[in-house]
């Protein structure tokens, strides 16, 4: 069986650093057979946190925007770095205020995920808000331009399967809060 003892990092090296993140190559020997290889990572030194808030209406607080990667306007639930010193919950009821006024109450840790573990390390945290509200003004970075739209509960998965939604980690959310959903009505 695999484990963190399989393989010895041998020699690390950090090969790009940006403001977002660092590139490393990592030569490293398998316990399993002493093979050596190197491996690329992506070392992000923040987690992530997104927010699936829901409305007392039943909608789905989510946000069309540009992203560079893909080069086209994503739809996804609104979401963030975790800051330095901050809970995941803290990070995602400030977010879901920052990018879309919005506010709410019960603010809780829904799961978390490893975007890419083959490349990376950090964690991506679901923050589930409810009965959320528009009582803010939006607050932007410089770089984001971002509209806020309300979708139904009942039409999230439709727009899923029309891959109208196709944001990895926004899918992510989503199916967290589908299973709590689903736990909330075994419970009752």
Known sequence: MN????????????LL???VFDIYKENAVCARNNSQWN???????????TVVAV????EIVMVKQFRYGSKKTELEVPGGLVEQDESPVAAGVRE???ETGYVGSSAAL???VCPNPALQGNYCYTVLVENAELKHETEFDSAEDIETLLIPLEEFRLKILNSEITHGLTLNSLYFYDIEMMKQRMEQ
């Open 110 to 112: 829904l799961g978390k």
């Open 3 to 14: 484990n963190n003892d399989s393989w010895k990092i041998l020699k690390r090296e950090r």
């Open 55 to 58: 409305t007392k209406n039943k």
């Open 96 to 98: 879901l205020r920052e």
């Open 39 to 49: 491996f690329y990572t992506i070392d992000c030194p923040h987690n992530w946190v």
């Open 17 to 19: 650093k940006t403001p």
